[in-house]
């Protein structure tokens, strides 16, 4: 794996092969990190056209109101342009970051172009990542 970015609340890895980029968020983020981290790893699946996101946010805290906002409107809509094909999610212990991040998908569920899973361990998210879909003949 390739370190874009590793700050004390967010390290941002891609695959050496392209195909994955991995989001382990460590704690607590400003508005103005969580947006421009969001930007970079959009831009990083757009430039390598990505096919896979883990986002470990198993660490993360709350997202702001008005963070989520900007997400719905504003950048999911630009990821529902990309490559993306899969998104596993390891979700977050934290009770506020749970909600936020299942009301945003809520919100975008009827718009989304790739599938999305959430799973309690990385090797499970990893393995569902990887796994190939079953081709009829």
């Known amino acids: 794996m390739i370190t874009v970015l590793d700050e004390p609340y967010l390290s ?4 050496a092969n392209n ?3 991995h989001l382990e968020w460590k704690g607590h983020a400003r508005s103005d990190q969580y947006r421009s981290s969001l930007e ?19 660490e993360m805290t709350a997202i702001l109101k ?8 504003v950048w999911f809509p630009k990821l529902f342009d990309s490559r993306l094909e899969k998104m596993a999610i390891l979700e977050s212990s934290d009770y506020f970051n749970q909600t936020s991040v299942q009301r945003s998908f809520t919100a975008v569920h009827g718009q989304l172009t790739f599938k999305v899973a959430w799973f309690p361990k990385p090797s499970e998210a990893l393995d569902w990542i990887f796994q190939q879909e079953a081709v009829s003949v």
């Open 12 to 15: 941002i890895r891609r695959s």
């Open 19 to 21: 195909e994955l980029i």
């Open 40 to 58: 970079l790893a959009l831009d990083i699946v757009v430039k390598f056209d990505l096919v896979y996101w883990i986002a470990d946010l198993r």
């Open 66 to 73: 008005s963070d989520e906002q900007w997400a719905n409107e």
